[in-house]
């Protein structure tokens, strides 16, 4: 994973879940910040970043949060993980996998794994292309065997607030998808067998997310991807120049939005020596506060300094 700022990421998928066979991908999936600045624009920062070869996939900082507190199951397996398959760890990261319980509610985690076992049901109804091609089958196999693990999983989370993701016996979870291959409906009893151990449990989770603590997390996030441009010192990289004239006593921008500062400098000069007889110029550095580097005075001028206020002819009243 290239992304600036990863904070955590691992090995997601059958491989964690120990359901891989040969030929299988390996996904990836991560957590990353992006410089706080970025935030404050015009346009949002991209907030996802999914790869094929290798099959990675980054959710920004904020995004994962929103999405985790929505209790997806696809994102919270990252903070559940074997340590052995994270990638990537940072201490912002483990303060995340630390948290990991306060993303937790009853009514989320329920309405979640259910949903999803309810899609992935649908997807077995459907059967693909109606055909009973290998391709059809191994779509098939693959969608039993995550409905199942979805229910499971999303049962153990509900009921003790702690989820396993590595399967204890991976080839129940094999026939099954075998069995529903050959016959999709076989699947329906299954998913009503969830849907009433569900509604028999008392769950121990809360029936809120402790989101004063994930905003406290992600308001550090953004606190150590800060850097701000101007520190009241500005370097010539942070600013940029304007050469003004001097029009009616007040300074008017003649040439402005300049980023460097030679050429910024060179024009100022071309000016002083084409109007200098005539016309009053200043050289300014523009950051967060205004900088005088340079500035002329021509010695026979129908210009003041800015702080003549004595009112010309055309500036009197009639």
């Keep these: 994973m290239s992304t600036r700022n990863v904070l955590l990421s691992g090995i997601v998928g059958s ?3 120990g359901l891989a066979r040969p030929g299988s991908d390996v996904d990836r999936l991560g957590v990353f910040a992006v410089p706080t600045e970025e935030l404050h624009g015009l346009h949002r920062p991209t907030e996802s970043v999914v790869t094929h070869a290798p099959d990675s996939t980054l959710h920004e900082a904020g995004k994962w949060a929103r999405l985790a507190l929505a209790g997806n199951p696809t994102v919270m397996e990252l903070v559940w993980l ?3 398959l994270y990638e990537t760890r940072t201490p912002l990261g483990d303060e ?3 948290l990991r319980s306060a ?4 009514p989320r985690v329920s309405g979640a794994y259910l949903g999803y076992a309810a899609q992935q049901f649908e997807r077995l109804r459907r059967r693909g292309d109606g055909s009973f091609s290998a391709d059809t089958r191994k779509r098939t196999a693959k969608h039993a065997r995550h409905l199942m693990r979805l229910l499971d999983q999303g049962l153990e989370l509900y009921s003790t607030g702690h989820l396993t993701i590595r399967v204890t016996d991976p080839q129940k979870y094999h026939d099954f998808g075998d069995q529903v291959a050959n016959d999709p409906d076989t699947a329906e009893p299954v998913l009503s067998r969830a849907e009433d151990a569900f ?3 008392r769950s121990p989770l809360p029936e809120q997310a402790d989101e004063a603590a994930i905003e406290a997390w992600l308001r550090r996030v953004r606190a150590s991807f800060y850097s701000p441009a101007d520190t009241g010192a500005p370097s010539p990289h942070d600013a ?3 050469i003004e004239t001097l029009r009616h006593g007040i300074w008017s921008t003649w040439s402005g939005g300049i980023d460097d500062q030679a050429e910024a400098r060179r024009l100022y000069d071309d ?8 016309r009053a110029f200043r050289l300014i550095r523009v ?4 900088a005088v580097e340079a500035e002329h005075h021509p010695s026979t001028a129908s210009d003041r300094p800015v702080n003549d206020t004595t009112p010309t002819q055309g500036d009197q009243p009639a």
């Design 15 to 17: 491989t964690a879940y």
């Design 82 to 84: 074997p340590p052995e």
């Design 96 to 98: 995340l996998i630390g």
């Design 103 to 106: 993303f937790l509610s009853a």
């Design 199 to 201: 509604a028999a449990t």
């Design 240 to 242: 940029h120049w304007e």
């Design 271 to 278: 000016n002083v020596v084409w109007g200098g007889e005539r």
């Design 287 to 290: 950051a967060s506060t205004c």
